[in-house]
Nanobody
Framework: QVQLVESGGGTVQAGDSLRLSCAAPGRAFNTYTMAWFRQTPAKDRVFVAIIRSNGDTVYTDSVKGRFTISRDNAKNTLYLQMNSLKPEDTAVYYC??????????????????????WGQGTQVTVSS
């Protein structure tokens, strides 16, 4: 059983920072690829960033240099540090876990179907 719980969202002004957290109980957490996705009513749920069990990371182009994904395996927690926030970052942010290895390939790591565990989402609103 894996249940993900996001927290840390809120309403901020453009240029501000937020840090999102994702708690994931379970002794196998440190073996999973973990990811952040985001979704707005106008767009589909899209990839933001992943972090492998060995610490390797990949980001979507729109957040490179501004967002940092990290994990603390001792605490079973995933983080997303978001700096220099823009109005276009406004979305519901979701934490996701791949327990089956479906995200292992270059063509699958940024696809929703590669992840079998999801959180309920946390709202981030950035005002201009």
């Amino acid at each position: 059983q894996v249940q993900l719980v996001e927290s840390g969202g809120g309403t901020v002004q453009a240029g501000d920072s937020l840090r999102l957290s994702c708690a994931a109980p379970g002794r196998a957490f440190n073996t999973y690829t973990m990811a952040w996705f985001r979704q707005t009513p106008a767009k589909d749920r899209v990839f933001v960033a992943i972090i492998r069990s060995n610490g390797d990371t990949v980001y979507t182009d729109s957040v490179k240099g501004r967002f940092t994904i990290s994990r603390d395996n001792a605490k079973n927690t995933l983080y997303l540090q978001m700096n220099s926030l823009k109005p276009e970052d406004t979305a519901v942010y979701y934490c996701a876990a791949d327990s089956q290895g479906h995200s292992d390939n270059y063509y699958s790591f940024n696809r929703r179907w590669s992840y079998d565990y999801w959180g309920q989402g946390t709202q981030v609103t950035v005002s201009s």
